[in-house]
Structures are given as structure tokens and as C-alpha cells.
């Protein structure tokens, strides 16, 4: 009989969390539709492209926002069993508010790293495949910076030139053994600069140890600079906000793979935001199965749902805002990073561990 029970508990949780998962799904599929019709609206291509691009960019995004589905699909579920008085035959066989507790809980719990595990390695290839198809379509592509083996890579349209920049790798707000292509629209070379290191701090570039080598009548005149100026429409920041997006990184790839990203010039803060923001993800599973179950289990008679959904979606948003108002105090140095992606989780707990204590004594 336990054994029924407990598979009983355990498909119909999984079948509403998957079917909550699919409702946002295609909610989201419909939300999105409309923005990459408006990008593709005076691009030839066919009405699937956009749908295809909005399929595959979902997911990434429901992986995000997973806790907040988990909740919803466990305040759903338990709040029918009582409703339907499913909970009181479970007690009537032993299971307490306690038992049914920890068995969802500890299946969201379980969840979160089936997607860290499974389900992300998935979702980050898709947001690649997303990502590079778009920036094939974009029509403002004058503008291009990329890493790869070789190094970093920055194409630039001027007013009446074009520049592309090759870095061996950025050091902090310094570029490595850089070089710099200058060429006229017709793609002819006006001049080549090579540097040991440049300052990228602001839009003016600082070089150091230069060489120009300029064409003149099929010969190349080098001339040595110990230092020189240029303008860039890129600066530090600029560049550093353009490899913020972790999307197209799985928590393996970072977990294995993080002092070979920092080596290859990823920044080391976002790294480290990003690994532990998404470590964080099964518990907030965890933690918000046990909000759901402090809502629905402390009594059995049936109450007014509009009340509980109201109190669901507060809940949410209360979580939603103390999770990135803690976050901000970390990118702003005022905690340290990893304390302030972790301080919700540890804030929670001590409220769900209060609140599951008294709901196992009714």
C-alpha cells in the first residue's frame, strides 16, 4: 500500500509539473513570436524560420524560471488533493503533512539537477544554434566581436574605413599582443598596427610598444611607436557585457571547463555569478515545493482558490525581486558575490524550516 501511495504522490506531482511546463511553454512560444516575426518582418525567409528560432529559445529560458514553475504546479497539485479529500485518505494511511512534504520536495529537489545535469547541456547548444543564426540575419553587423581559438576578434565599419582587431587574449581592461587591420571601404589595407598590449579602459584605446607598417608603392614602410592612440566604438565594458550572456554555456562546461574560459579571456566574476547562480537551482526547487506546501497543507477544508493564487503569485514576486536585489549588492561589491547569489536560499530556508515545523502539526 505505501508503495501505491507513494507512486501515486509521485506521477501525478510529476504530471502537473510537466503539464504547468508545457502551458508556459507555448505561452512563451506565443510571446516570443511575435518579436522575431518584427526582427524577420524585411528579411526573406520563410514564416518557420521565426518559429523554429522561438522553439529552440524558450527552453533556456523555462530551465530560468523552473523554481517558480515547480511552485505553481505544487500549489496546483496539493491544493487538489485537498480540495478533493485526497490528503485526508493519505493521513487516514499514515502519510503525514511531513511524509507528503518531503517526498515533493525532495522530487523538485532531484528535478533541478536533471536539468543542471540533462536538460541544461541541452538548452545551452540550442541558445548557440539560436544565437549564431540570428547574428547570420542581423542587418547591424558592422559591428562583430567573437572569441575563438585564435584569440579575440573585433570587426569595426568606420565612416569612410573598416577595422578589424585580433587579441591574443584580454588581460583585465588590457588586450594582448594585438593587432590592427585598417582598410578602405574597397577592402584594400591602409595600414597595419601591431602592439604588445592596449588599454582598452575607455574608447580611447592606450597602445603600448607599436609598430605601423603603411603600403607605399607595393612596399611596406614600418615605423616604431613607444605609444599610440586610437579610437574605438568599443570599449572594456562594452566588450565585457557582450560574453554576459551564459545561455550557450551548460553548467558542466563551466563546472569542467571554468579556469579554460578565464584562461581564454572569459571574465572570471561572471563566471563564478553564473556557476553558482545555476548550483543554486535544485534548492530553490526544494525551497519553493516547501512554500507551496506551508500555503496548502495546514488545514484540509477547502478554502478559496482566488486567495491562493494571489498569495502564489506575491510569493513569486517577492522571490523574483529579493533574488536580484541580493544579486545587485554582489556585482556592486557591497556583499561578496557568492554570499549574495546564496543569501536567498539560506533566507528561505529558515522560513520554510519554521513553517513545514507547523504544518506538521496539524
Known sequence: MNKIIFNYLLVNFLKNFFTVFLIIYFFGIILNLFEEVEFFKNIDVSFLMPLIL????????????????????????????????????????????????????????????????????????????????????????????????????????????????????????????????????????????????????????????????????????????????????????????????????????????????INEGYNKFFINQSFHTMLTLPFFCFLMTAIASIFTLNTLKKSDNFRYTFLGLITCVFVFYFKDLSLALGQTNRLPLTLSIWTPVIALSFFTFIGVLQINEK
Open 54 to 261: 522561438t522553439c529552440i529559445y524558450i527552453p533556456s529560458m523555462l530551465i530560468k524560471i523552473s523554481p517558480f514553475i515547480i511552485f505553481i504546479s505544487s500549489m496546483w497539485f496539493m491544493k487538489t488533493i485537498r480540495n478533493n479529500k485526497d490528503l485526508l485518505t493519505l493521513k487516514v494511511f499514515g502519510y503525514s503533512n511531513l511524509k507528503i512534504f518531503f517526498i515533493l520536495a525532495f522530487t523538485s529537489f532531484f528535478l533541478g539537477w536533471f536539468m543542471l545535469f540533462v536538460l541544461n547541456p541541452i538548452t545551452s547548444s540550442m541558445a548557440k544554434y539560436y544565437e549564431k543564426t540570428k547574428s547570420t540575419y542581423s542587418r547591424d553587423i558592422d559591428h562583430l566581436v567573437t572569441f575563438n581559438k585564435n584569440g579575440l576578434w573585433i570587426k569595426e565599419n568606420l565612416i569612410s574605413s573598416q577595422r578589424i582587431i585580433n587579441a591574443q587574449k584580454p588581460v583585465g581592461a588590457d588586450l594582448v599582443k594585438i593587432t590592427i587591420f585598417n582598410m578602405d571601404n574597397k577592402s584594400s589595407l591602409i595600414s597595419k598596427i601591431t602592439a604588445e598590449k592596449a588599454n582598452i579602459e575607455t574608447n580611447n584605446w592606450k597602445l603600448n610598444d607599436v609598430t605601423i607598417f603603411k603600403p607605399n608603392k607595393g612596399i611596406l614602410i614600418r615605423e616604431k611607436k613607444e605609444n599610440l592612440i586610437i579610437y574605438s566604438n568599443y570599449n572594456y565594458e562594452k566588450i565585457n557585457s557582450l560574453f554576459k550572456n551564459f545561455d550557450t554555456m551548460s553548467f558542466i562546461d563551466i563546472f569542467f571547463n571554468s579556469k579554460k574560459l
